[in-house]
């Protein structure tokens, strides 16, 4: 059955998969994000920073646990060519990260609550740490699913599940906000996404589990998520340091004033960059021995990821005060000279959007994880500083430098460690649009809110206009031609 599977969704071509893919995906995320920012929009008129503030401390301890979690088996099962895998490979990964989970929220719930809880000197925090960690339960029961349905790029019922889960959750938030459970309504609405998602995956596949577990086939798996685990916990530090820093150093309510301003900004960017990353990891992994292959599919992922994504944090920057003023209220004015610098840092980050999923999908999981370790080094000191000295602004400050560094170092990476070399002119090339439309649109929108006066709404109109448009004269030729080509591959 697990074979029939395997082979039920692997028809058609590898653009025709990577349009499919990016369509499903992308709809998701579209869904999601918009859902998520109305739901959040509410939440904040109805909530305040520092409840916010709270979720946040106790996302950061939940966080570094959950890192490792599957153990990496989940990309290591994506990663691995068909030939390689075998019904033991997926039983084995199910039962192992079963186990693992369990013994996982026992440490959550018995010592890392009230080491949460001591370290923000928040008692809060021993009851909705353990709450918040419920996901942990339900993910192997999505690690195995998630990964077959991945592979196959059938990333039309992963949206479904998604989709499902977050609304539900998202209305459950909505609904415990409005009857005043206050932070409760952020808490269980983190929880409920993953515990709707557990039995939607659980019937997505032919798959069951059975009672199977293989020494080999546990190392075949391990040693590839080894590595990756580590990747991510190194990913975590980076991301989420500052959480920890500014909750300790300051207070939960600039913590909660600068997550707000980090939601607007870079958690679109991750369902953004996720949207083509989920879908090319998988491709990046069939092409691991095509370097010109590879390059060819970096460079255009780079290109339209930041198309997609730059509109947004012009906006952001140029709009976010009387954005977040008008539509939150003046207790969410702390967030705006954070969120005008970090969405800069975001369109920083596009430029190497998708530099983590190549190097994992060519099998170098080692090599991405001492990258991460050497940008940690370069990142928390730097972030340290800045939150001591400036506070939170200090700290999106930090954020950026840390962008432009990682920027440095990809160029480096490609040219002297993998074997994929990327000119600064071919990069350069690749991202050369989005940065002019984000240009002119900027400019437009500056014109017309600072000069003329225009309400921010109009002025945003006009900017995401002047934006398309300059992409649209600048690139029409060839997403025509990438239309021509996708109804040639159907054909």
Same mark, same amino acid.
């Given at each position: 059955?697990?074979?029939?599977?395997?082979?039920? %969704?692997?028809?058609?071509?590898?653009?025709?998969?990577?349009?499919?893919?990016?369509?499903?995906?992308?709809?998701?995320?579209? &869904?999601?994000?918009?859902?998520?920012? #109305?739901?959040?929009?509410?939440?904040?008129?109805?909530?305040?920073?520092?409840?916010?503030?709270?979720?946040?401390?106790? %996302?950061?301890?939940?966080?570094?646990?959950?890192?490792?979690?599957?153990?990496?088996?989940?990309?290591?099962?994506?990663?691995?060519?068909?030939?390689?895998?075998?019904? #033991?490979?997926?039983?084995?990964?199910?039962?192992?990260?079963?186990?693992?989970?369990?013994?996982?929220?026992?440490?959550?719930?018995?010592?890392?609550?009230?080491?949460?809880?001591?370290?923000?000197?928040?008692?809060?925090?021993?009851?909705? @740490?353990?709450?918040?960690? !419920?996901?942990?339960?339900?993910?192997?029961?999505?690690?195995?699913?998630?990964?077959? !349905?991945?592979?196959?790029?059938?990333?039309?019922? &992963?949206?479904?599940?998604?989709? %499902?889960?977050?609304?539900?959750?998202?209305?459950? /938030?909505?609904?415990?906000?409005?009857?005043?459970?206050? #932070?409760?309504?952020?808490?269980?609405?983190?929880?409920?996404?993953?515990?709707? /998602?557990?039995?939607?995956?659980?019937?997505?596949?032919?798959?069951?589990?059975?009672?199977?577990?293989?020494?080999?086939?546990?190392?075949?798996?391990?040693?590839?998520?080894?590595? +990756? +685990?580590?990747?991510?916990? =190194?990913?975590?530090? $980076?991301?989420?340091?500052?959480?920890?820093?500014?909750?300790?150093?300051?207070?939960?309510?600039?913590?909660?004033?600068?997550?707000?301003?980090?939601?607007?900004?870079?958690?679109?960017?991750?369902?953004?960059?996720? =949207?083509?990353?989920?879908?090319?990891?998988?491709?990046?992994?069939?092409?691991?021995?095509?370097?010109?292959?590879?390059?060819?599919?970096?460079?255009?992922?780079?290109?339209?990821?930041? $198309?997609?994504?730059?509109?947004?944090?012009?906006?952001?920057?140029?709009?976010?005060?009387?954005? $977040?003023?008008?539509?939150?209220?003046?207790?969410?004015? /702390?967030?705006?000279?954070?969120?005008?610098?970090?969405?800069?840092?975001?369109?920083?980050?596009?430029? @190497?959007?998708?530099?983590?999923?190549?190097?994992?999908?060519?099998?170098?999981?080692?090599?991405?994880?001492?990258?991460?370790?050497?940008?940690?080094?370069?990142?928390?000191?730097?972030?340290?500083?800045?939150?001591?000295?400036?506070?939170?602004?200090?700290?999106?400050?930090?954020?950026?430098?840390?962008?432009?560094?990682?920027?440095?170092?990809?160029?480096?990476?490609?040219?002297?460690?993998?074997?994929?070399?990327?000119?600064?002119?071919?990069?350069?090339?690749?991202?050369?649009?989005?940065?002019?439309?984000?240009? @002119?649109?900027?400019?437009?929108?500056?014109?017309?809110?600072?000069?003329?006066?225009?309400?921010?709404?109009? #002025?945003?109109?006009?900017?995401?206009?002047?934006?398309?448009? +300059?992409?649209?004269?600048?690139?029409?030729?060839?997403?025509?031609?990438?239309?021509?080509?996708?109804?040639?591959?159907?054909?």
């Amino acid at each position: 059955m697990l074979g029939k599977f395997l082979k039920g %969704s692997s028809s058609g071509s590898d653009k025709e998969l990577v349009f499919l893919g990016v369509f499903w995906t992308g709809l998701q995320m579209v &869904i999601n994000v918009g859902f998520s920012f #109305v739901i959040r929009l509410v939440l904040a008129k109805l909530l305040f920073p520092e409840q916010f503030g709270l979720v946040g401390m106790a %996302s950061v301890f939940i966080g570094f646990i959950e890192v490792f979690n599957d153990l990496g088996i989940g990309a290591a099962l994506v990663q691995r060519k068909k030939e390689d895998l075998d019904e #033991v490979h997926f039983q084995t990964a199910f039962w192992t990260g079963l186990g693992w989970s369990v013994g996982v929220y026992i440490i959550m719930a018995a010592a890392v609550a009230p080491l949460a809880a001591a370290f923000y000197d928040e008692p809060l925090l021993r009851q909705i @740490v353990p709450i918040m960690s !419920l996901g942990i339960l339900a993910s192997p029961f999505n690690l195995v699913q998630n990964a077959q !349905l991945t592979k196959e790029m059938n990333f039309k019922r &992963i949206a479904i599940i998604k989709n %499902s889960s977050n609304i539900f959750s998202g209305v459950l /938030a909505l609904g415990l906000a409005l009857m005043g459970a206050g #932070v409760w309504s952020l808490v269980f609405n983190s929880v409920a996404t993953l515990l709707i /998602a557990m039995p939607m995956y659980f019937f997505a596949t032919p798959w069951k589990p059975k009672f199977m577990w293989d020494k080999q086939a546990f190392h075949d798996v391990f040693g590839f998520g080894l590595y +990756t +685990t580590g990747t991510n916990f =190194v990913n975590y530090l $980076i991301n989420n340091i500052d959480y920890l820093l500014i909750g300790k150093l300051i207070s939960a309510e600039a913590l909660g004033a600068y997550t707000f301003a980090f939601v607007l900004t870079n958690t679109i960017r991750v369902k953004v960059m996720g =949207v083509f990353n989920n879908v090319m990891y998988p491709v990046y992994g069939r092409k691991q021995s095509d370097p010109e292959a590879l390059k060819r599919y970096y460079l255009k992922v780079v290109n339209y990821n930041s $198309i997609a994504i730059y509109p947004l944090m012009v906006f952001m920057f140029a709009l976010g005060e009387p954005f $977040i003023l008008q539509f939150f209220g003046e207790k969410w004015s /702390a967030s705006v000279e954070p969120l005008e610098i970090l969405a800069l840092s975001v369109m920083v980050h596009m430029m @190497v959007n998708s530099n983590t999923s190549l190097i994992r999908g060519m099998g170098r999981p080692d090599l991405e994880m001492k990258l991460q370790m050497f940008k940690s080094a370069l990142f928390v000191p730097t972030l340290a500083i800045g939150i001591y000295y400036y506070g939170i602004v200090g700290a999106a400050w930090a954020v950026l430098i840390n962008k432009i560094m990682i920027v440095i170092i990809a160029q480096y990476t490609f040219n002297y460690l993998l074997k994929m070399k990327v000119s600064t002119l071919e990069f350069l090339s690749a991202v050369k649009v989005p940065w002019i439309a984000a240009g @002119v649109s900027y400019a437009v929108a500056f014109l017309l809110y600072n000069v003329l006066g225009l309400h921010f709404i109009l #002025v945003g109109i006009a900017l995401f206009a002047a934006y398309a448009g +300059t992409v649209w004269l600048m690139m029409s030729a060839e997403l025509k031609k990438e239309v021509k080509a996708l109804k040639k591959s159907k054909t």
